[in-house]
């Protein structure tokens, strides 16, 4: 299984693209990188979340979000 990263951008905008992604069957496996960074005892800088899905769903996940890949 070889994951593709599809989007990275704020929890806000990524929470309803992964709900999209979900509803339409894909399962995107969801980076947060804040969490991460606060629990691993420093902040965050950059993108805070990354999703990725199987490299076999990209071009259907491009097409369910509405964005290029």
């Known amino acids: 299984m070889a994951l593709v990263k599809i989007y990275s951008g704020s929890e806000i905008e990524a929470t309803p693209i992964k709900l999209t992604l979900e509803e339409a ?4 496996v969801v980076k ?3 969490q ?3 629990v691993a005892g ?3 800088f ?6 990725y899905v199987e490299e076999h769903e990209v071009e ?7 964005f290029n890949k």
Request: glycine content about 16%; proline content about 4%; aromatic content about 4%.
């Open 25 to 28: 069957g894909i399962n995107p």
């Open 32 to 34: 947060d990188n804040i």
């Open 36 to 38: 991460s960074a606060t």
């Open 42 to 44: 420093f902040g965050s």
């Open 46 to 51: 950059g993108q805070a979340m990354e999703l």
């Open 60 to 66: 259907a996940a491009a097409k369910i979000a509405g």
